[in-house]
């Protein structure tokens, strides 16, 4: 009975800005590495940001470094990430996923995905 559940995404022009959540169900949120995934045609799943259940500590893609912002509300077992300045480039389904360890950017040792959505960049 665990899902996660990711709302928003969209279409953007370049330079705009998205918003995706990801509600959480049936785990201890606060206890789990929550992730940001995406996957574009023609390539593979690649990290794009995570924050731990400690600390919290966050960890982010050097692609999205500086433009993209993860934070987590335990209160309300939901993830964010806020992405800014959007290229084309980061057009893609994006991820969520979780993990009941610590920070990883690996996207075989997550446990628990998201459904995901489509963001859609364009020039």
């Known amino acids: 009975q665990v899902h996660l559940v990711e709302s928003g995404g969209g279409l953007v022009q370049a330079g705009g800005s998205l918003r995706l959540s990801c509600a959480a169900s049936?785990?201890?949120?606060?206890?789990?590495?929550m992730g940001w995934f995406r996957q574009a045609p023609g390539k593979e799943r690649e990290f794009v940001a995570a924050?731990?259940?400690?600390?919290?500590?966050?960890r982010y893609a050097d692609s999205v470094k500086g433009r993209f912002t993860i934070s987590r509300d335990n209160a309300k077992n939901t993830v964010y990430l806020q992405m800014n300045s959007l290229k084309p480039e980061d057009t893609a389904v994006y991820y969520c996923?979780?993990?009941?360890?610590?920070?990883?950017?690996?996207?075989?040792?997550?446990?628990?995905w998201g459904q995901g959505k489509q963001v859609t960049v364009s020039s």
């Open positions: 996923a979780a993990r009941p360890g610590g920070l990883r950017v690996d996207h075989t040792v997550y446990d628990i």
């Open positions: 924050i731990s259940w400690s600390g919290p500590i966050t």
């Open positions: 049936g785990l201890i949120f606060s206890t789990y590495t």
